[in-house]
Structure formats: structure tokens, C-alpha cells
């Protein structure tokens, strides 16, 4: 029983890692210029906000498809993998910016938390542009679904420890 759970706990985590890590990277290398250029939507807010940079979403890009790579390389299926990893990286990152769209026009401010779309909005997106090509089982996305949460707000609560954030969520 705890066998199987420890089995799809790492499923789920090696399934969505290049989500992951294009999620995260960005906190530690991102920053410079904005993507929306400080424009504004038609409601007078910023489009995405100044915590969504062009550096961020390209090393969030390429650190995310490594790790795809790399899966390939390890299970010996190159071409798949890189594809599934590019893809979970670039819904991940487009996730990302759009729950960052949404909260501008929700007027939630740049770094103020939205719950569950901050946790959830960037796998749940990353699945969606992933699944035409290939899903895990439910029970691998229920776990995704799951584990996600409380993993995104851990690894903030670190960032934030060592300096790299400035709130804890
Ligand atoms: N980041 C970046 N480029 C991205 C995504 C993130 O540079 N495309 C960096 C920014 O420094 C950002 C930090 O990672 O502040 C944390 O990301 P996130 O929590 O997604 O952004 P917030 O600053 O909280 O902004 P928002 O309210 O729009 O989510
Ligand atoms: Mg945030």
C-alpha cells in the first residue's frame, strides 16, 4: 500500500518535473525587462505585470526542456521525451502568464498571492497543452494535482528563506 502511493507520488513528480523546473527557475535567473513592456490593458492595469520577464520565460524555456532531454537520455527515448518536456514547459510558462493576466484583472497586485491559481494554474495548463500528445494515467494526474500545492508553496517558502523571494508564498 505505502509501496504503491510512494510509486505514484513519483510518477507524478517525474511525469510533470520539466513543469517544475520552468516554473522555478525563473525565480532564481528571472527579472529585467517585463514581457507586456509596462503596457496596459484596456482597464488601465498592467497586461501581465512586471514580475513576468523575457529572461524568465526564456531560461524558464530552456531549463525546462533540458530536464526533458535529460528524461530521454535516460530512458533512452530522446525524441518523446524532449517533445513532452517541451511541451509541459511552454504550458507551464503560458499557464503562468496567463494566471498572472487573470489577477490583473482581478486587480490582485504583482506578487500578492491568488489562491489555487498560483499553486495549480501553471500544471493544470502545462497537462492541457500536454495531453493531445500524451497523458499519464488519473491516478498519476490526481497526484499531479495533489502534491502540486503544497511542493509550490514549500520551495516559495525556501526561496523566500534564502533571499531569493521577497514573500514567503
Ligand atoms: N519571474 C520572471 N519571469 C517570469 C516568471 C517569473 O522573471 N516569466 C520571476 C520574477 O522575478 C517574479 C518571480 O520570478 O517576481 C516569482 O514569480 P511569480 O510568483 O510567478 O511572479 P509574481 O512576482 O508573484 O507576480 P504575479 O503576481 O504576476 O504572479
Ligand atoms: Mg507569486
Redesign the pocket.
Known amino acids: 500500500m505505502l509501496d504503491s502511493l510512494f510509486q505514484l507520488l513519483f510518477s507524478a513528480i517525474w511525469f510533470i518535473l520539466p513543469a517544475y523546473v520552468a516554473?522555478a527557475v525563473?525565480?532564481v535567473?528571472?527579472?529585467?525587462s517585463p514581457?507586456d513592456g509596462n503596457r496596459k490593458f484596456v482597464d488601465g492595469r498592467p497586461i501581465?505585470?512586471?514580475?513576468?520577464?523575457?529572461?524568465?520565460?526564456i531560461i524558464?524555456l530552456v531549463a525546462g526542456s533540458i530536464v526533458g532531454l535529460l528524461q530521454g537520455v535516460v530512458l533512452n527515448q530522446l525524441y518523446t521525451y524532449f517533445l513532452r518536456g517541451l511541451l509541459l514547459t511552454l504550458g507551464a510558462?503560458l499557464g503562468?502568464?496567463l494566471?498572472?493576466f487573470i489577477?490583473?484583472r482581478l486587480n490582485?497586485?504583482?506578487?500578492?498571492m491568488?489562491p489555487i491559481l498560483?499553486q495549480l494554474g501553471f500544471v493544470v495548463f502545462a497537462l492541457l497543452l500536454t495531453g493531445p500528445l500524451v497523458l499519464p494515467g488519473w491516478d498519476v494526474v490526481l497526484a499531479i494535482l495533489v502534491v502540486t500545492p503544497p511542493i509550490h508553496l514549500a520551495a516559495?517558502f525556501m526561496s523566500y528563506k534564502l533571499g531569493l523571494?521577497s514573500?514567503p508564498y
Open positions: 516554473n525563473p525565480v535567473f528571472g527579472g529585467g514581457i501581465f505585470g512586471q514580475g513576468k520577464t523575457i529572461r524568465g520565460f524558464g510558462l503562468d502568464l494566471g498572472s489577477k490583473r490582485i497586485s504583482r506578487g500578492d491568488a498560483d516559495n523571494k514573500r
